[in-house]
């Protein structure tokens, strides 16, 4: 994930410059409610510019406290299992035996390709 939002990032970078955007805003939209219409994943990089009427602000609901420790433990619970793969024994790396076969040279002038390829150790 780390790796798909830096190459967005630089993106981003591309957009501003590319097409002169003064802004842009970086979305993964997930579940039919946020707009996803096709189960998949997507980073989508929005170019933005001044009084584009694209509008992407919200009102965020006031909770009680009670309602807050709620959610948080109900996302306590949700997160228990995020990073138990770190915890999972690793397995020895399989061993592959390398075998090399020696390439013939033609005897009628070199090959070029086949000359390279000796090079490579």
Do not use: C
């Amino acid at each position: 994930m780390a790796h798909m939002f830096n190459i967005a990032n630089k993106l981003s970078s591309a957009v501003f410059e590319a097409i002169g955007a003064k802004g842009t805003n970086i979305m993964v939209q997930n579940g039919v409610e946020a707009g996803q219409l096709v189960p998949h994943f997507a980073i989508h990089i929005i170019p933005r510019n001044e009084n584009d009427n694209i509008n992407f602000q919200w009102q965020p609901r006031q909770l009680t406290q009670e309602e807050m420790s709620t959610v948080e433990l109900k996302l306590k619970q949700g997160a228990e299992s995020i990073g138990q793969f770190e915890t999972e024994e690793k397995k020895e790396p399989v061993e592959v035996e390398k075998k090399v076969e020696k390439i013939k040279k033609k005897e009628k002038g070199e090959n070029y390709l086949l000359k390279q390829l000796e090079r490579i150790p």
